[in-house]
């Protein structure tokens, strides 16, 4: 195989998420990791290359020890079967992230200064043969007439 294209660090992240493509039912998946630019998780289903998906999951804040909500749309990067996962190893790109959500990635990984931002919304729509994932990404995040975050669920975390 190739070198990696990775560009943001990451960090393990374990518990579930959902994952919706609209108009089918959602789908729940494992969080392998995350990093600033997206998150890897493993699905039971196989979901093609560039398909736009509903991202929810749960991330913790450091500082409270509690964990907040993000709802985002994201694109399937890559799919690829995985025996020693026990299914689709999915890479999902984050779109247009709100600043607060970047932040609390951040946190989260644990960066202090990214070196590289992620793709401005110029850079997605130019992007070889993924100019329509990018631009159905922003066309579904515009189409939410309300953040779906102003209501999040807060939990207290689990010990470790």
Known sequence: ?????????????TGPARITIEGKPPIMVRILDI?????????????PNRQVLKLEFNILIRKSGLYTAIVTHVVVAYSAFS???????????FGLLPDHYKLLVLQYVGVKK???????????????????AAAAVDEAAAADEEPEDTAVAVKEAESD
């Open 1 to 13: 195989m190739g070198a990696e294209r990775r560009e943001f660090e990451r960090r393990a992240m």
């Open 35 to 47: 990093s600033f630019g997206g998150m890897c998780v493993v699905s039971d289903t196989n979901i």
């Open 83 to 93: 025996s020693d996962q026990g299914g689709f190893k999915l890479g999902l790109q």
């Open 114 to 132: 990214v070196e590289k931002a992620p793709p401005s919304e110029a850079e997605l729509n130019e992007a070889p043969n993924d100019a329509d």
